[in-house]
C-alpha cells in the first residue's frame, strides 16, 4: 500500500475536502486519505457485480468473525445475541441513552470531548455535565477521578458517554485506570454507553482494553459501540457494532430503535466482514505510517510553531493542538483565513477549549509538509 499516494478527494462528494475552498487543505473531519484494504475493493465489486440489492436476511458471516476478533484481541467472550448494528457509532449512543435515561436525567463526560457528546444528550431532553481533564506541563491529560466521583454524586448522574481511545486527546487508558473508572461508575449506579470507534488505532505498544471487558458486573451496565470505519477508512458506508451483554439493557435498545433505525446496508455489512476477516496487512502498514507522522508532526510543531504545544496522541490519527501561548483568540479562524489550512475548532470540544485547535494526520506527509510550512509562515508573518 502507498499511503504517499496523493488521491483527489474532490470529486467524490467528500464532506471533507468540499466544505472548504479549493485553495484550503482540509485537516478536519476524522477520515483518513488513504485508498481502503483491497480486500474491501474486492468484497464490494463482487456484491455489486451479483447486481441485485434486496432486503437482507443475514449478515454476511460478519458476527462470526466480530465475535473471533473480540476473543483474539481482548480476549473477551461475546455472543451472536449480544450483538447488532447500527448505521454509525453516534448513531448507536444516541440511542443508547434514550434506552437508558429520561428526560431531565444528567449524563457526563470528560472535556475536551468529541461535538456529539454536547448535541446527543441534549437532543434527548438531557443534563449535560462536563468533566474537565487534568492537563500537566507536557500537555498529558489524565482522569480527574475525585471530580468525577463529586460530580456524579452531586447530579444524581444516570449516564457517563466513555471515550477510549479518547478524542481529541488521543489517550488509551490503561487497565488501572479503566478499573478505577469501574469502580466509581458500579459504586452510584450509573450506565456507561461506551464509544470506541479509534479502538484499532494505538501506538507504541499500547493496547486498547475494552471497558465492558473488565468484569461481568460492568458489562451488566455497558453499551459498547465498535466500529471498521476509522480503522479501514471505510465511515462513509456507516456500519457498526453493538455490544450489549445485559439482556435487559439489548431489549431497552431494540425497543427505542425499532421503527426508527435500522441496519446497515448490506454493501456496508459485506465492506465490514472483508475488512475485519482480511485487513490486518493493510491496518499494520497503516499503523506504522500513521504513526511516523505522529512523530514527524511532533517534531516540527515544537521546532516550528510558536507558542503551539501538541498532545502525544498514544491513540487515533487526530492531534490536539494548544495554542494558548501563541496569544490567538480562535487558532482555527488565524490558521484557516492566513495559512489556508483547516484544522477543527477548539470551541466545539468544550467552551473553555477556544484556543485550541485539534489536527488530523491520517493524510500523506506531503499534505502534512504543506500544512506546516503553510502555518509557520502565518505565524511569523503575523
Given at each position: 500500500?502507498?499511503?504517499d499516494?496523493?488521491?483527489?478527494?474532490?470529486?467524490?462528494?467528500?464532506?471533507?475536502?468540499?466544505i472548504?475552498?479549493?485553495?484550503?487543505?482540509?485537516?478536519?473531519?476524522?477520515?483518513?486519505?488513504?485508498?481502503?484494504?483491497?480486500?474491501?475493493?474486492?468484497?464490494?465489486?463482487?456484491?455489486?457485480?451479483?447486481?441485485?440489492?434486496?432486503?437482507?436476511?443475514?449478515?454476511?458471516?460478519?458476527?462470526?468473525?466480530?465475535?473471533?476478533?473480540?476473543?483474539?484481541?481482548?480476549?473477551?467472550?461475546?455472543?451472536?445475541?449480544?450483538?447488532?448494528?447500527?448505521?454509525?457509532?453516534?448513531?448507536?449512543?444516541?440511542?443508547?441513552?434514550?434506552?437508558?435515561?429520561?428526560?431531565?436525567?444528567?449524563?457526563?463526560?470528560?472535556?475536551?470531548?468529541?461535538?456529539?457528546?454536547?448535541?446527543?444528550?441534549?437532543?434527548?431532553?438531557?443534563?449535560?455535565?462536563?468533566?474537565?481533564?487534568?492537563?500537566?506541563?507536557e500537555?498529558?491529560?489524565?482522569?480527574?477521578?475525585?471530580?468525577?466521583?463529586?460530580?456524579?454524586?452531586?447530579?444524581?448522574?444516570?449516564?457517563?458517554?466513555?471515550?477510549?481511545?479518547?478524542?481529541?486527546?488521543?489517550?488509551?487508558?490503561?487497565?488501572?485506570?479503566?478499573?478505577?473508572?469501574?469502580?466509581?461508575?458500579?459504586?452510584?449506579?450509573?450506565?456507561?454507553?461506551?464509544?470506541?470507534i479509534?479502538?484499532?488505532?494505538?501506538?507504541?505498544?499500547?493496547?486498547?482494553?475494552?471497558i465492558?471487558?473488565?468484569?461481568?458486573?460492568?458489562?451488566?451496565?455497558?453499551?459498547?459501540?465498535?466500529?471498521?470505519?476509522?480503522?479501514?477508512n471505510?465511515?462513509?458506508?456507516?456500519?457498526?457494532?453493538?455490544?450489549?451483554?445485559?439482556?435487559?439493557?439489548?431489549?431497552?435498545?431494540?425497543?427505542?430503535?425499532?421503527?426508527l433505525?435500522?441496519?446497515?446496508?448490506?454493501?456496508?455489512?459485506?465492506?465490514?466482514?472483508?475488512?475485519?476477516?482480511?485487513?490486518?496487512?493493510?491496518?499494520d502498514?497503516c499503523?506504522?505510517?500513521?504513526?511516523?507522522?505522529?512523530?514527524?508532526?511532533?517534531?516540527?510543531?515544537?521546532?516550528?510553531?510558536?507558542?503551539?504545544?501538541?498532545?502525544?496522541?498514544?491513540?487515533?490519527?487526530?492531534?490536539?493542538?494548544?495554542?494558548?501561548?501563541?496569544?490567538?483568540?480562535s487558532?482555527y479562524?488565524?490558521?484557516?483565513?492566513?495559512?489556508?489550512?483547516?484544522?477543527?475548532?477548539?470551541?466545539?470540544?468544550?467552551?473553555?477549549?477556544?484556543?485550541?485547535?485539534?489536527?488530523?494526520f491520517?493524510?500523506?506527509?506531503?499534505n502534512?509538509e504543506t500544512?506546516?510550512?503553510?502555518?509557520?509562515?502565518?505565524?511569523?508573518?503575523?
Amino acid at each position: 500500500m502507498d499511503f504517499d499516494r496523493i488521491i483527489d478527494r474532490r470529486s467524490t462528494e467528500s464532506l471533507r475536502w468540499q466544505i472548504y475552498p479549493q485553495d484550503v487543505l482540509p485537516l478536519w473531519v476524522a477520515d483518513m486519505d488513504f485508498e481502503s484494504p483491497a480486500c474491501v475493493l474486492k468484497a464490494l465489486h463482487e456484491r455489486v457485480d451479483h447486481g441485485i440489492f434486496g432486503y437482507d436476511l443475514a449478515t454476511f458471516g460478519l458476527k462470526e468473525v466480530f465475535i473471533e476478533r473480540m476473543q483474539n484481541l481482548y480476549a473477551w467472550q461475546v455472543t451472536d445475541p449480544q450483538l447488532s448494528f447500527v448505521p454509525g457509532v453516534v448513531t448507536g449512543f444516541n440511542l443508547a441513552l434514550r434506552a437508558l435515561c429520561q428526560p431531565g436525567d444528567s449524563v457526563i463526560f470528560f472535556t475536551p470531548a468529541y461535538p456529539p457528546f454536547f448535541s446527543g444528550p441534549k437532543s434527548a431532553g438531557l443534563n449535560v455535565i462536563e468533566c474537565p481533564m487534568l492537563e500537566d506541563s507536557e500537555s498529558n491529560y489524565s482522569i480527574d477521578f475525585d471530580l468525577f466521583e463529586h460530580l456524579i454524586v452531586e447530579h444524581h448522574v444516570k449516564a457517563y458517554i466513555h471515550c477510549d481511545p479518547q478524542n481529541p486527546t488521543g489517550r488509551a487508558f490503561c487497565r488501572a485506570e479503566l478499573e478505577k473508572l469501574a469502580g466509581i461508575l458500579l459504586r452510584h449506579r450509573v450506565f456507561t454507553c461506551s464509544d470506541e470507534i479509534h479502538c484499532d488505532i494505538v501506538y507504541d505498544g499500547c493496547q486498547h482494553i475494552p471497558i465492558a471487558s473488565l468484569s461481568r458486573e460492568v458489562s451488566d451496565t455497558t453499551l459498547s459501540f465498535l466500529a471498521p470505519s476509522k480503522t479501514f477508512n471505510i465511515a462513509g458506508l456507516y456500519a457498526s457494532v453493538a455490544i450489549i451483554q445485559n439482556e435487559t439493557l439489548a431489549k431497552r435498545f431494540t425497543d427505542v430503535r425499532s421503527g426508527l433505525v435500522g441496519s446497515p446496508s448490506s454493501l456496508a455489512l459485506t465492506a465490514a466482514k472483508a475488512a475485519y476477516k482480511d485487513g490486518a496487512e493493510w491496518l499494520d502498514e497503516c499503523l506504522i505510517y500513521l504513526q511516523a507522522n505522529r512523530n514527524w508532526l511532533l517534531e516540527n510543531i515544537q521546532a516550528r510553531l510558536s507558542g503551539v504545544k501538541a498532545t502525544r496522541p498514544e491513540a487515533t490519527f487526530l492531534m490536539w493542538l494548544d495554542c494558548r501561548q501563541t496569544g490567538l483568540e480562535s487558532p482555527y479562524k488565524f490558521f484557516l483565513d492566513k495559512a489556508k489550512v483547516a484544522l477543527n475548532d477548539g470551541l466545539t470540544f468544550g467552551e473553555q477549549y477556544s484556543q485550541f485547535t485539534r489536527l488530523n494526520f491520517g493524510t500523506p506527509r506531503a499534505n502534512l509538509e504543506t500544512a506546516l510550512n503553510a502555518m509557520e509562515r502565518a505565524l511569523k508573518e503575523r
